[in-house]
């Protein structure tokens, strides 16, 4: 090996950006599974975005939020006034959970930004049950007409 100044030259330094881990574990009835999480140290969520990542991979290995690595990965913005994110993404229809409505026994369908969990839990606190958004509006209309 050549020698430079007393040091080994031909060798090569590369810096690498920094990456954050962190281990997440989520028990279920006294089990736990973990696994790590990894993000660059360089984004400005980085912790968020690691603890996120490390909580994601323990969950999969319960098989729950499996569905995740097949979603479409999109950035939103996040108004640190409000803190809320501004335009969430949707998910789409595949990855949601089917609920049947208690009246036509049909899934409960998206109605516009309304996922169907959103619309069971607003009409089983209004009417008393989950329902579609069309025995919704019966149901409504039946409660309206007992009021007088
Ligand atoms: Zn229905």
């Known amino acids: 090996m050549k ?3 007393g040091k080994p030259v031909g060798v090569r330094v590369e810096t690498t950006r920094q990456v954050l881990r ?3 574990t989520l028990t279920i009835h006294g089990v736990s599974k973990s696994d790590v999480g990894e993000w660059d140290n360089d984004s400005t969520m980085a912790m968020k975005a690691v603890s996120s990542d490390s909580f994601k991979r323990s969950a999969v290995l319960w098989s729950l939020f499996r569905y995740a690595y097949d979603l479409e990965q999109k950035w939103c913005k996040y108004d640190n006034k409000t803190k809320k994110i501004v335009e969430p993404p949707i998910l789409p229809d595949w990855a949601l959970p089917v609920f049947p409505c ?3 026994k049909k899934p409960i369908t998206r109605v516009g930004q309304s996922s169907p969990y959103d ?3 607003r009409t089983t606190n209004a009417l008393g049950r989950p329902l579609c958004a069309d025995c919704g509006k019966i149901a409504a209309a039946e409660l309206e ?3 007088g």
Do not use: E
């Open 3 to 5: 020698k430079d100044n």
């Open 22 to 24: 962190a281990k997440g």
């Open 102 to 104: 208690v009246d036509c």
């Open 119 to 121: 619309i069971k839990i």
């Open 145 to 147: 007409s007992k009021k």
